[in-house]
């Protein structure tokens, strides 16, 4: 294949664009911002399931005080009515005994009742507490991830904008270029990653091998506008005054 030698040189533009281009899908796909994302939003589900855990444990707790509370009603008015009992004067001495032992018996029930439901107090203002400290550290995780987002949104408009630039410069090269050469590079750059590179001292500039002395020779006889790839990466070789031909 035959091309021009300074159409051969615009082979190493295309192909320091592509590189970056690769650099560019390469960063997205591999942005470590997605990964502090990943754990931001680990540590954001987890502080919810806490909050939710705590949330159930003050609504058990609330259940438990209001069983409590009508509990200590339900004695409370049994009290009033035996006392009542008691001051009508209606009742035997027998009957007056009874009424007199159940009325300590509902106190001490009663008694009982209070304590339960003040260490169920005691255990909502704690659970409470955990409640607000769970808030927190949700608020902080959600502002994390936040922050996260955030970051990675700006990277990647950063990515997008690398993007567009260098594809505007690929479209305006690739113009400029003969098809067959082109789709000769098109088929190194697929197969072997680098589609063109410098040889640079006598060295590939995409394998960054050294050529060896008859690869050397076989260069340097050469007509100027033969289009030469490498033997070792099958890369474009584009030589320039800096070869060392």
């Not at 032992?101 to 203002?125: I, K, V």
Request: hydrophobic residues 35%; charged residues 40%.
């Amino acid at each position: 294949m035959k091309a021009e030698p300074a159409v051969q040189r615009r082979l190493l533009d295309l192909a320091e664009v592509d590189a970056e281009l690769g650099r560019v899908e390469h960063r997205r796909r591999n942005l470590p911002e997605q990964a502090e994302i990943t754990e931001a939003e680990k540590a954001v589900r987890e502080k919810k399931d806490a909050q939710v855990a705590i949330q159930t444990s003050l609504g058990d707790l609330d259940r438990d005080a209001k069983r409590q509370e009508k509990d200590i009603e339900g004695v409370r008015a049994r009290e009033e009515r035996d006392r009542k009992l008691m001051e009508s004067g209606s009742v035997s001495a027998k009957q007056l005994t009874d009424v007199e032992h159940e009325l300590a018996t509902l106190q001490r029930r009663q008694n009982a009742l209070e304590d339960d439901l003040l260490e169920l107090m005691e255990q909502r203002e704690a659970v409470e507490a955990n409640a607000q400290h769970a808030q927190t550290e949700l608020d902080a995780a959600e502002q994390a991830l936040a922050e996260a987002q955030r970051r990675r949104d700006s990277v990647l408009a950063d990515l997008d904008s690398t993007e567009s630039r260098r594809l505007a410069e690929r479209k305006e090269i690739v113009e400029q270029l003969p098809a067959d050469l082109l789709d000769y590079y098109e088929r190194q750059r697929k197969n072997k990653s680098i589609g063109a590179a410098l040889l640079r001292s006598r060295r590939c500039g995409a394998c960054r091998l050294e050529l060896d002395r008859s690869a050397i020779a076989r260069i340097a006889a050469a007509p100027a506008d033969e289009v030469l790839d490498c033997e070792e990466c099958g890369a474009i070789l584009v030589r320039t005054p800096e070869s060392g031909l």
